[in-house]
């Protein structure tokens, strides 16, 4: 199956933070993809962004490692294409010096998109749209993207939103979570709201409970500076783990258009359940994780890894979460997150309730209840448990099976990375699957009060194995509401 892509209006795309590791790793690679397919326009800038004095073959030649390192089937044409269109400027934010050389590169094209990617320290956000603002490069035609963390907790994420705010209107703010650009997150609403099969067991009749795990393999490799301050539930709970919860939760939005979708994940933000000192002790666990195996090999400890022994910033993060609504009351949500766990592993599931009564004799065998799997990496797909009778003669035997759809194999089609996709909605004015300033200032709303009692409670976090699922606790938290963590790998 081939790609289909409408070829974009002309812009200039401005990346900040061109020469650093999500540039290197992400951002250069996913639009190198949109060349071969003609996406990218003949009049399509790229103009990279850094503290260091580069020429604009200096840094080409940057952007063709990054491209050949991380695309796996690269078209030398199309390659040479791409670089064409990259030029390169040196401001120091921080020096406040360099501007004059972009404006003089962004001059005479007020007229056609202008899109400033902020790919650097959260700290240089305020500075950058300031700067961006005195030196009279915001056009109407102009949009920001912002990378996460927004902020370190709720206060200084609206300070954040403030000063951005006083440069950019917010129809113009494209804050960035990569995970609602994942392929099988949008097929989540595809699911949910393209048929008619779920929708109306969606809720507390028919759902026992939902399991959101996002497990990782990796450690913190060269991001300890930055993950040391922040924390899994900074990086990952407040946001990809929270959206991903918003997803499943939220109501049928009116339509796609971006606010109808937002007000939605909004109300579910607003309706999760405080937690309470109590509950934070019960409710969550916290985890670190020690020297061990991962992928193979021996791999060191997190507190080995940052060359210090006395952090506790938490590398695991379990939680049940209650969302205080009619559709949702008494389902726990079990959110799990962690680096160095047993394998990649990022998916939903919903676990339907225990059939009200069976009509089979006991020797037919165990009746699982069913279960819809929505596995986001790898092998994105979705995979709905349900009870067959066992094929053959003889007495009526039940078994558990899968019906499966693994989108690798039924489409037979490259699954775009997610800054594909949520680039090219930026550059096209899309932000529906962009969070809005209130989502983001609610999700920490919550989040605030759980990083406070941690503080309180002067609790280390829990060690556990690298290569493990993580502490026992996080297994006790869900096993003594009798129920289990689904992993096909355990
Ligand atoms: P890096 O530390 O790798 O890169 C930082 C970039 O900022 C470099 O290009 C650097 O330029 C530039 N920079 C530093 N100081 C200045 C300055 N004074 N003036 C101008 N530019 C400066 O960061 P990442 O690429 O890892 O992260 C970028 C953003 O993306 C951060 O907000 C991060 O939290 C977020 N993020 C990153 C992810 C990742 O996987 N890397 C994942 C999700 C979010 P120079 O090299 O010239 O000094
Ligand atoms: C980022 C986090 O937002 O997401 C990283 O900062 C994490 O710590 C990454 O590794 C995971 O993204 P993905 O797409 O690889 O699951």
Known sequence: MTERSAQSDPFDLVVFGGTGDLAHRKLLPALYHREPIGQLGEDARIIAVSRRPLSDEEYREWAHNAVCEHVAEVDPKALDRFLARIQYVSVDVAQNTGWEALE?????????????????????????????GEHNLVTDRSRVTIEKPIGKNGKSAHEVNETIGSVFKEHQIFRIDHYLGKETVQNLMALRFANVLFEPLWNAAHIDHVQITVAETLGVESRAGYYDTAGALRDMVQNHLLQLLCLVAMEPPESMAPDSVRDEKLKVLKALRPMSAEMVERNTVRGQYRAGASSGGAVKGYLDELGRNDSTTETFVAAKVDIENWRWANVPFYLRTGKRLASRLSEITIQFKD??????????????????????????????????????????????????????????????????RLIMDMIRGNQTLFMR??????????????????????????????????????????????????????
Not at 119 to 131: E, L, N, Q, T, Y
Not at 358 to 386: C, H, T, W, Y
Request: aromatic content about 10%; some cysteine.
């Open 355 to 420: 059939l009200p009564h069976s009509i089979f004799l006991p020797d037919a065998g165990r009746i699982a209840a069913n279960k819809l799997v929505i596995r986001l990496q790898p092998d994105e797909g979705v995979k709905m448990q349900v009870m067959i009778k066992d094929p053959g003669p003889g007495s009526m035997r039940l078994r558990e099976v899968p019906l499966d759809m693994t989108f690798a194999e039924a489409f037979n089609v490259r699954h775009p990375d997610a800054y594909e």
């Open 437 to 490: 300033r209130d989502e983001v200032e609610a999700a920490w709303f919550w989040i605030d009060p759980i990083l406070e009692h941690w503080s309180h409670l002067k609790e280390a976090p829990k060690p556990y194995t690298s290569g493990t699922w993580g502490p026992s606790a996080s297994i006790a938290l869900i096993e003594r509401d009798g129920r289990t963590w689904h992993d096909e790998t355990h």
């Open 104 to 132: 003089q590169k962004l001059a005479g094209r007020e007229d056609v998109t202008r899109a400033f990617y902020l790919s650097v320290s959260p700290d240089f956000f305020g500075p950058i749209c300031s700067a961006l």
